[in-house]
């Protein structure tokens, strides 16, 4: 591995790019960057449900935790609301949307591999 025999010490504040995003293949700081996985501290007070957001990826597995506050979201059609201390973990081709938080929420997402496999899903049109 490139980095082995390395370390790396700070603080998700300081190094965070777009959403909290702090470790991964986009990183520009050499020893937070990695294609094996990506980590997110994500602040994520009043979110509410934006079109863009239904999506899917194709070869990451997604790990989300919520560190505090209440998270909404829908998984496949199915809604969900979880607290402090629960997860959800999202398998390629799962499709999630719908989500909200309340005003205290954060989470911590882990993605593997650190691959650009998002793609969002249009919402039918209404007839």
């Known amino acids: 591995m490139e980095n082995e025999g390395t370390y790396f010490i700070g603080s998700t504040s ?3 790019k777009e959403r909290g995003w702090f470790f991964g293949s986009f990183i520009d700081e050499p020893l937070l960057r990695s294609s094996q996985v990506e980590v997110a501290w994500q602040h ?3 979110v509410v ?3 863009k957001e239904r999506h899917f990826h194709t070869e990451s597995v997604e790990i989300n935790i919520v560190v505090s506050g209440r998270v909404r979201l829908a998984i496949d059609g199915t809604e969900y609301s979880l607290g402090a201390g629960e997860f959800y973990v999202i398998w390629p081709l799962t499709t999630v949307e719908m989500l909200s938080t309340d ?3 954060a989470v911590i997402v882990v993605r593997s591999p650190s691959v650009n496999d998002k793609h969002i899903v249009p919402i039918e049109q209404e007839k």
Request: hydrophobic residues 35%; without cysteine.
């Open 44 to 46: 994520i007070p009043n």
């Open 14 to 16: 300081d190094n965070a």
């Open 49 to 51: 449900p934006q079109t």
């Open 103 to 105: 005003a205290d929420a």
